[in-house]
């Protein structure tokens, strides 16, 4: 097997590269597994050290690191910039902060918590961020003592293979983070390895299942960030101006591909009409192009099957009645390019409100009041991220209260930041990254207690 750059702005491959073998795989699980070692006893002074080094090589190096996110997967070089700034910021974050989040829990002068790591985490990533996804799992981890395993989308190969090398330039332990270049139906027995002690994966819900299945047959610990289908809710006390071109960039961000992209736009009846006026006028006045053009703001769909999926969402929306406001078509010409997309009069007989939309289209659905609101927000199998928009204390209280999510924006679109939890409930998945609580996910809370009638003199302490 092989792993190709498939660029997606032209369709054509630009690099391949041959799957690891059996006997690589092996070697580089037992380099993880010796790189253990060197990470777990290496104090946070040393490990915050070698962050600090990666962040200042993904600084020196982000026109050529944006470089590879837009040709492997097409998001615009502006974002795919953006990207690489936000990994660097972060994991100075973990660098800065981890020490203190790991300090040992004291609960009285005989009794506490101890957090230690638990050794190589394989970690299953997407091809949609390419590298702020890894580095989500790899600064909290690496800074716990763990190291990473690292199996990447099969299109995003380079991208898999930089990681690898960026944290080997940092100076990292041999076998601290390694990559596998391996197909998604070979990762069941990587999983199994008693060399990996836990798993975690952003992906689909179908991916999410299958890997949570295979860890529990082996009872290790699994982290699953799935899909979303989040809500973006305006009341009729929110600025329209504002929302409406917030709302914008919440669906298009990274050409519509992303889990906590706003996807379900639930406004008030009584804005219903002006809002939805400014909202259709931003997604169709944005230019489609040529991501690495600076004018272009939406670039192409990841593959041509992705774009199929969207065409056929849109299509059967529109064959069961939805209003197609603007857009609703393939861009023709080479490449994967797909019109920004607003639906009208949509019902749940559609895909579009039923699955995840993974690309420039948004539905637009009005409520009469806040319980109709929640209702419609809620209304989904996911429940990652939402945002909503209003002036009003009683109606925020009640939209933060009611809508079932991981997160909820006020007045702002969601995004991931490092001190803030990140994940979801019922089908976006379980456990958490970024933040303490991500940091813990892969340690071993190490509970102690002295007896209070013992006295142990400390290391060092003269003996009498």
Same mark, same amino acid.
């Given at each position: 097997m092989t792993f190709a750059t498939t660029n997606p702005a032209t369709g054509e491959v630009e690099k391949t590269f041959d799957a690891h073998t059996p006997d690589e795989i092996d070697a580089k699980l037992a380099r993880a597994l010796s790189g253990f070692d060197a990470m777990r006893t290496m104090g946070f002074t040393g490990r915050a050290r070698l962050m600090r080094s990666a962040a200042d090589l993904l600084d020196g190096e982000t026109p050529?690191?944006?470089?590879?996110?837009?040709?492997?997967?097409? =998001?615009?070089?502006?974002?795919?910039? +953006?990207?690489?700034?936000?990994?660097?910021l972060s994991l100075r974050w973990f660098a800065d902060n981890v020490e203190r989040l790991l300090a040992d829990q004291r609960f009285d002068d005989h009794s506490? *918590?101890?957090?230690?790591?638990?050794?190589?985490?394989?970690?299953?990533?997407?091809?949609? /961020?390419? %590298?702020?996804?890894?580095?989500?799992?790899?600064?909290?981890?690496?800074?716990? +003592?763990?190291? !990473?395993?690292? =199996?990447? #989308?099969?299109? *995003?190969?380079?991208?898999?293979?930089?990681? @690898? @090398? %960026?944290?080997?330039?940092?100076?990292?332990?041999?076998?601290? /983070?390694?990559?596998?270049? *391996?197909?998604?139906?070979?990762?069941?027995p990587v999983i199994e390895d008693d060399r990996i002690v836990a798993v975690t994966l952003t992906g689909s819900e179908r991916a999410g299942a299958a890997v949570a299945a295979t860890a529990g047959r082996v009872l290790k610990k699994c982290v699953l960030e799935l899909g979303g289908s989040d809500p973006f809710v305006v009341t009729r006390t929110a600025?329209? @101006?504002?929302?409406?071109?917030?709302? $914008?960039?919440?669906r298009v961000q990274n050409n519509g591909q992303s889990c906590i992209a706003a996807k379900r736009f639930i406004v008030d009846a009584e804005v219903?009409?002006?809002?939805?006026?400014?909202? $259709?006028?931003?997604?169709? +006045?944005?230019?489609?192009?040529?991501?690495?053009e600076p004018a272009t703001d939406v670039g192409p769909l990841v593959t041509e099957a992705q774009r199929a999926e969207i065409a056929g969402q849109v299509d059967d929306a529109r064959d069961k009645g939805a209003t197609v406001a603007c857009g609703g078509s393939m861009v023709a010409g080479p490449g994967w390019y797909y019109q920004p997309t607003v639906l009208l009069d949509v019902t749940t007989e559609m895909r579009v409100l039923?699955?995840?939309?993974? !690309?420039? $289209?948004?539905?637009?659905?009005?409520?009469?009041?806040?319980?109709?609101?929640?209702?419609?927000?809620?209304?989904?199998?996911?429940?990652?991220?939402?945002?909503?928009?209003?002036?009003?204390?009683?109606?925020?209280?009640?939209?933060?209260? +009611?809508?079932? #999510?991981?997160?909820?924006? *006020?007045?702002?679109m969601v995004a991931s930041s490092p001190e803030l939890p990140? !994940?979801?409930i019922k089908?976006?998945?379980?456990?958490?990254? %970024?933040?303490?609580?991500?940091?813990k996910e892969f340690c071993n809370a190490k509970s102690v207690r002295e007896d209070p009638g013992t006295s142990i003199p400390s290391p060092g302490a003269a003996a009498e």
């Open positions: 050529d690191v944006a470089r590879i996110l837009t040709t492997e997967m097409g =998001k615009t070089f502006a974002a795919a910039k +953006g990207e690489v700034a936000k990994c660097a506490y *918590v101890r957090f230690e790591p638990l050794g190589p985490v394989l970690a299953i990533m997407p091809w949609n /961020f390419p %590298l702020w996804q890894v580095m989500r799992f790899a600064g909290p981890g690496l800074m716990a +003592g763990n190291v !990473g395993v690292l =199996k990447h #989308a099969a299109n *995003v190969p380079q991208s898999a293979l930089y990681i @690898e @090398e %960026l944290f080997r330039r940092a100076g990292y332990p041999e076998g601290a /983070f390694t990559t596998l270049l *391996v197909s998604s139906s070979d990762v069941a600025d329209l @101006e504002r929302s409406a071109a917030v709302a $914008v960039t919440a219903y009409d002006e809002w939805v006026e400014r909202f $259709v006028s931003g997604m169709a +006045g944005l230019r489609v192009g040529d991501p690495m039923t699955e995840e939309v993974f !690309g420039p $289209v948004a539905t637009v659905e009005r409520y009469a009041d806040l319980d109709e609101a929640v209702r419609i927000a809620n209304r989904t199998i996911y429940g990652l991220g939402s945002s909503i928009w209003t002036h009003d204390a009683t109606e925020r209280d009640r939209l933060v209260a +009611g809508i079932q #999510a991981g997160q909820v924006f *006020v007045n702002s990140f !994940g979801g089908r976006s998945g379980y456990g958490r990254e %970024l933040s303490e609580m991500g940091v």
